[in-house]
């Protein structure tokens, strides 16, 4: 038996013949940049997220730089957020001209670590990013209560935590703005490159549609300088056809999750993922932590098992910001983690065999 790490094919042959029929209309209606239904899309993910307004962006990696623009974040600023994080979140800060200001995760649930925030708050503190890795949304009240205590932005990078929840909220309608990625292989995954920000702000709604449209209040009529940061309509339609389904894709996911919690839950020096009392986790990553994670890999790679690790490298140690001048040592806990997870196979469409076949393996490898 073979396990791959995601599956998007057995879940696109599920839903074929309504993807073939969406992709047809945008065709027939050549709605391709923007248009009918990029707005559909926009209203129907606006209300899963329980915000007033989404704007359907190119990328997640658009939607948290335009938030962080029209949020007037810019040269010599920071902006606050963990290093264990994809490196967008990051690059997003970088260029708005300000500088990203790393802080520690939390070891239980791997994101910021909400105690360590106010130590590393300055007079050029402009916003926080709390990033809801893996799935699971960071503990929000009390960042947002520093934020409140110091008139800060709150960008939350949701792009992993699509129908997550904090306390019964759904991710990214907690901050100002909440920024999603529709990346393929994410949990809710568009058919080509795809973002929204989604905020209850009309304000910095209507900024960020102007910004990802050139900055134009009409046809070439530029109030601010923006970017080409739009969704395609092909996206739309794909997103509008997928979005019915992610409840109860996120439902399997979390299934598979408990399964492998229970299977794994006597294995010796292998670390299942916890989910918070204030969150509902949606495993868009399920990582596990072990010590002899080579060693497993490899194993596991023999036995056709793909695996993940997310991420190799904390951020304030990739060569890309070494300008920042923060060590190894600076950030213990998210280097400890980053040696130490190993993201096993996870997809709603995942079969419980095939988590017993994971499972299996690693019982069998014993060595952790
Ligand atoms: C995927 C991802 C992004 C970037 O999204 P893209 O759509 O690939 O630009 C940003 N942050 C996190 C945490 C992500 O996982």
Not at 77 to 88: G, R
Not at 197 to 223: C, M, P
Request: charged share 20%; glycine share 8%; proline share 5%.
């Amino acid at each position: 038996m073979s396990v791959p790490f995601l599956d998007l094919k057995t879940q696109y042959k599920i839903i074929q013949a309504e993807i073939t029929s969406a992709l047809q209309n945008v065709l027939d209606s050549t709605s391709f940049a923007g248009g009918p239904f990029v707005e559909k899309f926009e209203k129907e993910f606006a209300s899963f997220c329980q915000t007033k307004f989404a704007i359907g962006m190119g990328s997640g990696t658009d939607a948290l730089w335009a938030a962080l623009m029209v949020s007037g974040i810019g040269n010599g600023d920071e902006v606050i957020t963990t290093p264990n994080t994809f490196i967008a979140t990051s690059e997003a800060i970088t260029f708005c001209g300000a500088k990203p200001v790393f802080v520690d995760i939390d070891e239980q649930t791997f994101n910021m670590n909400p105690d360590l925030l106010k130590g590393v708050i300055s007079p050029k503190t402009k916003a926080i990013v709390p990033v809801h890795l893996f799935g699971q949304p960071a503990d929000m009240d009390p960042i947002i209560k520093i934020a409140q205590e110091h008139n800060l932005f709150v960008i939350e990078d949701a792009c992993q935590a699509h129908g997550a929840k904090y306390k019964g909220r759904p991710a990214g309608s907690i901050g100002h703005a909440g920024c999603f990625s529709f990346y393929p292989g994410k949990n809710l995954g568009a058919y080509g490159e795809a973002g929204a920000v989604v905020t209850n702000n009309a304000e910095l709604a209507e900024k960020i549609k102007r910004f990802r449209d050139h900055g134009q209040t009409k046809k070439y009529y530029h109030s601010m300088i923006g970017w080409n940061a739009r969704m395609d309509g092909f996206q739309g339609a794909v997103l509008s056809v997928k979005l019915k389904y992610l409840t109860a894709w996120n439902e399997a996911r979390r299934k598979n999750a408990k399964l492998y919690n229970e299977l794994l839950a006597g294995v010796n020096k292998v670390q299942t993922p916890i989910e918070a009392d204030f969150a509902k986790h949606v495993y868009h990553i399920y990582a596990i932590r072990t010590k002899n994670r080579e060693a497993l890999l490899s194993v596991l790679a023999e036995k056709n098992i793909s695996c993940g690790i997310h991420y190799p490298i904390p951020l304030h140690l990739q060569e890309a910001y070494r300008f920042l001048g923060c060590g190894p040592g600076s950030f213990p806990m998210a280097e400890k983690c980053a040696a130490e997870f190993l993201s096993l196979p996870m997809f709603p469409e995942l079969t419980n065999e095939q988590i017993t076949h994971v499972v299996n393996a690693i019982i069998a490898f014993g060595r952790l």
